[in-house]
């Protein structure tokens, strides 16, 4: 089918921000407005029916942004929901929800536009980069590769540092570059075995950043958000902008309905393996660009070569994750067949936000879904692309089918763990305190030199916990001077005060010491 110009470009862009799915669409690489074809807008009407109903049903997900899109621009965008329940904000297109490891596709799209611009080479080792660093032997610094780091085959593993910079954002230049110098060899994953985590993108940019002299954060904005148009989306400068822009607050699943989660992204814990805010009008044009240079389209603003050589696997390896296989992972993108047709994906999760961005070239559609939350809108997003996908493999009745059981499923499982969490909270608020020494006692700071410090200030009524960005409380727990304490949220653990001296001397927990310093 011969899709013609229609309209002019400012009609098509405030029809796309408008926070509606609409009839007509225009490609982020070209000035030229499309219009959806029937079987299009019966996609984009069966779709929006399924959300409205599929959140119904779960009745617990806060939030939920939507783009889906074809190489020529966008056929759904729509928001659901609300972005901030307690000040009744809606989702729309235009929120900011934070997107956390979809953002490794962005870096590795920026790192392959340096390299073919001649400022790095991908192939620069550890060695070549860090030559001040005295690294250990065992992790081989001679033959790490930036591109081993960007595809997590590189071999390496490390104590703090993903912590500090994705969690706490504790850190510094000085006490980064130190934490380099502590890496081991991953014995589990040796140098070329594939294993996914934040390290290999915390470290590329780390060295980079030194090797340059600009920021991770510039190198996105410069190399890939500012040529896509990208205005929407954001590596930093969140409090200045949380003033001015929508943004999503994060929300977890409660005994009840959703919870705010009290651990917010600030510009201190936004870094290079999760250290974006998108909306659904920006991941529609992201969804776009990689839709096009598939089909080898000139006309975009970084080159359709460069964009399709981050979807080719490096690493490899025999996984899924839900329905979605997984057997190769280039820079940034997973790559794996759904039902047999090829999909690359990127998926991000973190306290109170998920992200599901993928695309599939054969049917020329792409597939980003975003909520705010981490209960039941953790699965939704894929539950939500696979109907998406399923609706043009298998038609509409089959995908309808498939996801109204998904979501049964979804349903039924969210009940028992909101169950599951009531229970929990009624025996843990049960638990008398066990603390041998009176409150004030065990105020303090107390440091790990690898992970940071904690800052404990007790009384009689609470023990608050400081760490960075996290601003927790600790509880009870069934040993003597023992507590539980959620430094990532719903990740509760148990914290055991060893006392000297009628003094508490470190907390220890079981894979970390904290020395008392003050």
């Known amino acids: 089918m011969v899709r013609r110009p229609r309209l002019m470009l400012l009609a098509a862009l405030a029809a796309l921000l408008s926070g509606c799915s609409t009839a007509q669409r225009v490609a982020s690489h070209s000035p030229e407005i499309v219009p ?23 009745g617990s997900v806060p939030g939920v942004s939507v783009a889906i899109a074809r190489s020529d621009g966008p056929i759904f965008i729509h928001g659901f929901g609300m972005a901030d329940i307690e000040r009744g904000v809606p989702m729309t297109p235009n929120t900011r929800v934070y997107i956390a490891s979809s953002t490794k596709s962005f870096v590795g799209l920026a790192f392959a536009v340096l390299e073919r611009r001649g400022a790095i080479d991908l192939d620069w080792t550890l060695a070549e980069l860090a030559p001040d660093v005295a690294f250990d032997p065992s992790i081989r610094a001679d033959a790490v590769t930036l591109r081993h780091l960007l595809s997590h085959t590189h071999g390496l593993d490390s104590d703090g540092m993903e912590f500090r910079l994705a969690y706490s954002g504790e850190h510094d230049p000085a006490t980064l570059w130190r934490l380099v ?25 780390l060295l980079i950043e030194r090797r340059l002299g600009r920021r ?22 969140l409090a200045d902008l949380r003033r001015t822009q929508p943004f999503a607050s994060p929300y977890g699943l409660g005994a009840s309905g959703p919870e705010r989660v009290n651990l917010l992204k600030i510009d201190s814990n936004m870094q290079s393996a999760g250290g974006l805010f998108s909306s659904a009008n920006d991941l529609s044009r992201w969804l776009t660009l990689q839709l096009a240079a598939h089909r080898g ?7 359709a070569d460069l964009v399709t050589m981050t979807h080719r696997p490096i690493g490899t390896m025999s996984q899924s994750f839900g329905r979605y296989t997984r057997a190769g992972y280039g820079l940034g993108w997973y790559s794996g067949a759904l039902e047999g047709e090829m999909l690359y994906h990127s998926f991000g999760g973190y306290a109170g936000a998920r992200s599901h961005v993928s695309f599939m070239p054969l049917r020329d559609l792409g597939v980003a879904i975003v909520t705010n939350d981490e209960g039941a809108g953790y699965m939704l997003v894929d539950i939500a692309a696979a109907y998406a996908y399923r609706w043009f493999q298998a ?35 049960g638990r008398p305190w066990r603390l041998s020494l009176s409150p004030s006692a065990y105020s303090g700071r107390y440091c790990n030199e690898d992970y940071g410090t904690l800052t404990i200030t007790s009384n009689d009524s609470r023990m608050a916990v400081r760490m960075g960005a996290i601003d927790t409380v600790a509880a009870p727990f069934t040993e003597a001077d023992s507590i539980r304490l959620e430094l990532i949220p719903g990740e509760g653990r148990p914290y055991q005060f060893e006392i000297e001296n009628g003094r508490p001397v470190r907390l220890r927990t079981q894979d970390r010491v904290f020395e008392r310093c003050g």
């Open 36 to 58: 959806l074809d029937a079987e299009e807008q019966r996609f984009a009407a069966d779709f929006r029916s399924f959300m409205d109903q599929a959140l119904a049903r779960l």
């Open 181 to 205: 110098g502590r890496m081991r060899a991953n014995g589990e994953a040796p140098l070329g075995t594939f294993d996914y985590g934040n390290l290999g993108y915390n470290l590329a940019t």
């Open 216 to 237: 991770w954060q510039d190198i996105v904005r410069d190399e890939v958000l500012r040529p896509l148009g990208m205005t929407q989306t954001h590596p930093d400068g």
């Open 297 to 303: 389209d000139r006309r975009l603003a970084i080159p």
């Open 395 to 429: 038609g509409p009745e089959v995908a309808r089918r498939e996801a109204d059981e998904r979501v049964e499923q979804l349903a039924t499982q969210a009940q028992r763990r909101r169950q599951a969490i009531a229970e929990d909270r009624a025996r843990r608020a």
